[in-house]
């Protein structure tokens, strides 16, 4: 009995042994969450191994429009200038040329700056003192990045300095190179006005730039070390353009710039300089921003070109604009299409379009949704380029808003003569404007920029020809200056 008892429970031991065994067998597999598994040597599971919660805080903002429309945004505490800028644009199903800015503008100063796309909004804004009343802008800038692809415009000879081992000739990508290098720095040198700390008078003093921050020679265009005296570094301050002028400063010319320390107490802190015309200031301040931000500015520039095959740093062929890219003279009369590459064929195309178009009329929806026709008199007034009753300086502002790029442009209303017209368009850091006269021909109304020789029905055929043929201007319409509405 107690030997049947015994060779019972030793069958049950090997069962349950080959039981084990047969488990063991099995490969053991990974686990892919250690951290959430509790140690052989801990009795409980240790808090630290817990997964963090990582709660990001949102804020309102308020964001502006040219028209001064306004939206509040809920955002990450934590977002950039780009994200919100990418926001507004999905928001308002605009298109994303890479040309889109946030600005930042001190309303008591009369001072702005585009903020750059990597800088956190909510630090912007933590700068401004409570009683003031700045905002955050909405808008274009076809300058942003204008420098990257065109440094030899940007930086004048007479301007800049390389170091004595770099030859005499240097490339496109080599200045880019210069200033985005850790060791060598291009010098920036040249007359500006600065205003004396505690006092409204301004003293015209030879300024350089270097690496290690901004100096003034006290004794004139020296540049030993005994005569060179320390104006301002960067690191712990912001650059900023100003938007009035001469109203509010005092300054001797409208090509002024400041820099304003960050957590500053006021305007008693601000450091104030112009120059002489709008090449000088465009160049001081394009090389104080490569200075201060250098490759994370270049990050910027090309982060919407990443992933694109053949993208190599400082051999990269910028994309063309939206407008660019639209805008190509196509003939659909044949079986099939094709581009007009002939400027005279591409003229006497586009007027007989314009005179079929005058013959049919401009059809348009009303509020009731039914058709109604619009003289050729009225239809530019529809147009984004158009700006209807704005004096001639509201016009430069907008423009330099807008930037300072070749083939910038916008149309208004002449002050000067009610029945005309004026083309305000950018050319060399400069604004010309140009009048478009109405001429009138057997009974019929023509517009035109060249004294008759080429007339166009309406305002839009205008532009659009000037868009695929620079004719009489010194470049081709690029970009429009719009109002655009949030």
């Known amino acids: 009995m107690l030997n049947a008892t015994l060779n019972e429970r030793s069958v049950r031991i090997s069962r349950r042994k080959k039981k084990d065994d047969n488990i063991l067998e099995i490969p053991s597999i990974p686990n892919p969450f250690p951290e959430l598994c509790c140690s052989p040597f801990a009795s409980v599971l240790s808090a630290s191994l817990l997964p963090k919660a990582t709660s990001r805080k949102k804020q309102v903002i308020k964001v502006y429009s040219e028209d001064d429309s306004s939206r509040a945004l809920e955002v990450p505490s934590d977002i950039t200038a780009r994200d919100v800028c990418q926001l507004l644009i999905l928001k308002n199903h605009y298109i994303d040329d890479h040309s889109w800015t946030l600005f930042e503008q001190l309303t008591h100063t009369g001072l702005g700056r585009a903020i750059e796309d ?33 440094p030899l415009s940007f930086f004048p000879d007479h301007m800049i300095s390389f170091p004595s081992e770099t030859n005499a000739a240097v490339s496109h990508s080599g200045i880019l190179q210069m200033f985005l290098s850790s060791s060598t720095y291009p010098e920036i040198h040249g007359y500006l006005h600065a205003k004396e700390q505690g006092k409204k008078s301004w003293k015209k003093l030879y300024f350089i730039l270097r690496r290690s921050g901004l100096y003034f020679s006290t004794k004139g265009t020296s540049k ?19 938007l009035t002028g001469k109203k509010i400063s005092g300054a001797p010319t409208n090509y002024g710039f400041s820099f304003k320390p960050n957590k500053s107490g006021g305007t008693r802190d601000l450091k104030q300089l112009c120059a002489d015309d709008e090449q000088s200031r465009t160049c001081w301040m394009t090389a104080i921003r490569l200075l201060k931000y250098g490759m994370q500015l270049y990050q910027n520039y090309m982060q919407p070109y990443q992933g694109r095959s053949g993208c190599s740093p400082l051999n990269v062929t910028p994309m063309r604009s939206i407008s660019e890219n639209s805008l190509v003279a196509m003939d659909f009369s044949g079986n099939r299409s094709r581009i007009i590459e002939n400027p005279t ?43 209807h009753k704005i ?11 807008h930037g300072l790029v070749d083939g910038v442009f916008l149309v208004r209303d002449s002050q000067s003569n009610p029945k005309t017209f004026v083309l305000s368009l950018s050319h060399g850091l400069k604004i010309k404007h140009f009048q478009i006269v109405p001429l009138e021909d057997d009974g019929k109304l023509f517009y035109t920029l060249d004294d008759g020789h080429t007339r166009f029905t309406d305002l839009i055929q205008l532009v659009e020809f000037y868009q695929l043929n620079k004719g009489v201007l010194p470049c081709k319409l690029k970009h429009y200056c719009a109002r655009i509405a949030l």
């Not at 401004?128 to 990257?148: G, I």
């Not at 960067?234 to 650059?239: E, L």
């Open 118 to 150: 990597h800088e956190l909004v909510m630090e912007v804004q933590s700068n401004w003192a409570m009683e003031e009343e700045n905002k955050l802008y909405f808008r274009k800038n076809y300058a942003k990045y204008e420098f990257f692809k065109s």
């Open 224 to 242: 030993e070390p005994r005569h060179l005296q320390f104006f301002c570094e960067f690191s712990n301050s912001d650059m900023y353009m100003s």
């Open 345 to 387: 064929e591409v003229l006497s195309v586009a007027v007989e379009e314009g005179l079929a178009w005058r013959r049919r009329g401009c059809l348009r929806l009303n509020s009731h949704g039914s058709p109604i026709a619009i003289s050729n008199m009225a239809i530019h007034r529809s147009q984004s380029w158009f700006h």
């Open 391 to 401: 004096s001639r300086e509201e016009a430069q502002r907008l423009i330099l808003q």
